[in-house]
């Protein structure tokens, strides 16, 4: 799926857009959202979003200065196009096939692209269509998908009686996130703030609630001026964006990670023209560990 050249329409450099940020409740109470339906007579989240105009900078042609341990966020290009595009796959519509492809392709560009690394296991995925309609769609709220809390619950979820020896090294949530559209995204890229940049202060944690079943923890993030916002012009089915959610080593004084998780949220770019294509997306969540 590689292209060389993209249309003109394709809305480059900085730009100033509109991004869905969280107050933080009042003290002594819990953010929390229910994942599907709340219980009677309770509301679905009681988060009050706080909407800014930012700026946001291209990334485009200075892809090399952000780095995971530094920004929370990593680029990959010229990546081979996936068996699951191939006549054998789904093209990205069926999960099982998505699995059975792409899982494979995610797990070596993790394991050749993160120094150390020596372990990856994939948790799940999300499909978004442009359809309003669809299951899924563009989220335009910034959030990071995990917390430490979390991270922790994903662990020994996920890897049973492994769980206690791999904690005691290093750990991380890795989304790796690319464009499914046949020409570059033109509508509702993805934005992201350098790790860097955030403060504690900026982070709320989610109470993430599903009914009789497991309750994990993401995080809102408060508008802070001081954040710095970045998007990557024009994505091609070639590129991937590594988000990095959680890093053990970022709890660990002098460890040289600068916080290791990134917020981001899809924004609506006001340069679009009215009949671009929508975008489409997956994101492939992992565990990854090492060194």
């Given at each position: 799926m590689?292209?060389?050249?993209?249309?003109?329409?394709?809305?480059?450099?900085?730009v100033?857009?509109?991004?869905?940020?969280?107050?933080p409740?009042?003290?002594?109470?819990?953010?929390?959202?229910?994942?599907?339906?709340?219980?009677?007579?309770?509301?679905k989240?009681?988060?009050?979003?706080?909407?800014?105009?930012?700026?946001?900078?291209?990334?485009?042609g200075?892809?090399?200065?952000?780095?995971?341990d530094?920004?929370?966020?990593?680029?990959?290009?010229?990546?081979?196009?996936s068996?699951?595009e191939?006549?054998?796959?789904?093209?990205?519509t069926?999960?099982?096939?998505?699995?059975?492809?792409?899982?494979?392709?995610?797990?070596?560009l993790?394991?050749?692209?993160?120094?150390?690394?020596?372990r990856?296991?994939?948790?799940?995925?999300?499909?978004?269509?442009a359809?309003?309609?669809?299951?899924r769609?563009?989220?335009?709220?910034?959030?990071?998908?995990?917390?430490?809390?979390?991270a922790?619950?994903?662990?020994?979820?996920?890897?049973?009686?492994?769980?206690?020896?791999?904690?005691?090294?290093?750990?991380?949530?890795?989304?790796?996130?690319?464009?499914?559209n046949?020409?570059?995204?033109?509508?509702?890229?993805?934005a992201?703030a350098?790790?860097?940049?955030?403060?504690?202060?900026?982070?709320?944690?989610?109470?993430?609630?599903?009914?009789?079943?497991?309750?994990?923890?993401?995080?809102?993030?408060?508008?802070?001026p001081?954040?710095?916002?970045y998007?990557?012009?024009?994505?091609?089915?070639?590129?991937r964006?590594?988000?990095?959610c959680?890093?053990?080593?970022?709890?660990?004084?002098?460890s040289?990670?600068?916080?290791?998780?990134?917020?981001?949220?899809?924004?609506?770019?006001?340069?679009?023209?009215?009949?671009?294509e929508?975008r489409?997306?997956?994101?492939?969540?992992?565990?990854?560990?090492?060194?």
């Amino acid at each position: 799926m590689a292209i060389t050249q993209a249309p003109s329409s394709v809305p480059r450099g900085l730009v100033t857009a509109k991004l869905n940020f969280s107050h933080p409740p009042p003290p002594g109470v819990k953010a929390f959202n229910w994942v599907d339906k709340a219980p009677e007579g309770q509301p679905k989240q009681n988060l009050i979003q706080d909407s800014r105009l930012v700026p946001i900078t291209d990334i485009r042609g200075r892809e090399s200065e952000f780095t995971l341990d530094k920004d929370a966020f990593q680029v990959i290009s010229g990546v081979p196009v996936s068996a699951e595009e191939s006549a054998s796959g789904s093209d990205f519509t069926d999960d099982a096939s998505i699995a059975a492809n792409y899982y494979p392709e995610v797990e070596k560009l993790l394991l050749d692209n993160i120094p150390g690394s020596s372990r990856v296991v994939i948790f799940d995925h999300t499909v978004r269509r442009a359809d309003p309609n669809a299951p899924r769609t563009a989220v335009q709220q910034v959030h990071i998908d995990q917390t430490a809390y979390s991270a922790e619950l994903r662990v020994r979820r996920h890897l049973g009686d492994d769980a206690d020896a791999l904690l005691k090294g290093r750990y991380r949530i890795i989304n790796v996130w690319r464009p499914l559209n046949k020409n570059p995204v033109e509508s509702m890229p993805l934005a992201v703030a350098s790790s860097s940049s955030l403060q504690e202060q900026d982070v709320i944690p989610v109470e993430h609630r599903i009914l009789g079943g497991y309750h994990g923890q993401t995080a809102a993030i408060a508008y802070n001026p001081n954040q710095r916002w970045y998007y990557w012009s024009g994505m091609t089915g070639d590129e991937r964006l590594l988000l990095e959610c959680f890093d053990s080593e970022a709890l660990k004084e002098g460890s040289g990670v600068a916080g290791g998780r990134v917020p981001h949220t899809a924004f609506d770019d006001p340069r679009t023209r009215a009949d671009a294509e929508g975008r489409e997306s997956i994101e492939v969540r992992t565990l990854v560990f090492g060194p």
